[in-house]
Nanobody, 125 residues
Framework: QVQLVESGGGLVQAGASLRLSCAASASTSSLYRIAWFRQAPGKEREFVGALRVGSNIYYAESMRGRCTISSDNTKNMVYLQMNTLRPEDTAVYFC???????????????????WGRGTQVTVSS
């Protein structure tokens, strides 16, 4: 089992920036893909972006140009830097990890094997 713990959420004003962190109990270099999702109350879980370890990074269109995913494999950490935050970005943000490639698409929750418990991001207008 891989444990993931998110941190860095909070209450910010519109236009502000946040960097979320995801600490993994396993070496990030041993994982195939690490992703960020978000979920607002009453909404479906929404894909934010994903990092394929040692390869490319994919972002949802709604976040393109406003977020950056990065990793520090020496610390088993993955980060989500978000800029120019909007009220509609308010949600619980989750990190997720896939241990191997699969048939499901990168943006689908079913593609991931392990999930953190989430960190709340609230953006006020």
């Amino acid at each position: 089992q891989v444990q993931l713990v998110e941190s860095g959420g909070g209450l910010v004003q519109a236009g502000a920036s946040l960097r979320l962190s995801c600490a993994a109990s396993a070496s990030t270099s041993s994982l195939y893909r690490i992703a960020w999702f978000r979920q607002a109350p009453g909404k479906e879980r929404e894909f934010v972006g994903a990092l394929r370890v040692g390869s490319n990074i994919y972002y949802a269109e709604s976040m393109r140009g406003r977020c950056t995913i990065s990793s520090d494999n020496t610390k088993n950490m993955v980060y989500l830097q978000m800029n120019t935050l909007r009220p509609e970005d308010t949600a619980v943000y989750f990190c997720a990890a896939a241990v191997r490639s699969g048939l499901s698409a990168t943006s689908l929750p079913a593609s991931y094997d392990y999930w953190g418990r989430g960190t709340q991001v609230t953006v006020s207008s």
